[in-house]
């Protein structure tokens, strides 16, 4: 499973920023279920994940900012990330789930200024 994602970018604090993730391959599509991050120095963490049914988690610090949301029309997986902040600094990753297996995105980077 290949992932695509784009988005991402260098943005002020209280800016904002959409990453989207789509599988290379349609059939992949409902696989892919969210976005973990990576900050300097530290373990990758959860963002958010979306089921292909809809259930969505938010990890703690995103949650009331972030908002994942999946276009089963345009295969792609989609966060929305609001008042941004330089903690939201990072290596965002997408990820999808097949066979049991985690598949991950090559990253893409977010830079908030304070």
């Known amino acids: 499973v290949q992932l695509q994602a784009s988005g991402g970018g260098v943005v002020q604090a209280g800016g904002s920023l959409r990453l989207s993730c789509a599988a290379s391959r349609s059939y992949y599509s409902r696989n892919v279920k969210g976005w973990y991050r990576q900050a300097p120095g530290k373990q990758r963490e959860l963002v958010a994940t979306?089921?292909?049914?809809?259930?969505?988690t938010y990890g703690d610090s995103v949650k009331g900012r972030f908002t994942i949301s999946r276009d089963n029309d345009k295969d792609t997986v989609t966060l929305q990330m609001n008042s941004l902040r330089p903690e939201d600094t990072g290596v965002y990753y997408c990820?999808?789930?097949?066979?049991?297996?985690?598949?991950w995105g090559q990253g893409t980077k977010v830079t908030v200024s304070s």
């Open positions: 979306i089921t292909s049914g809809g259930y969505i």
């Open positions: 990820v999808a789930e097949y066979g049991g297996t985690n598949y």
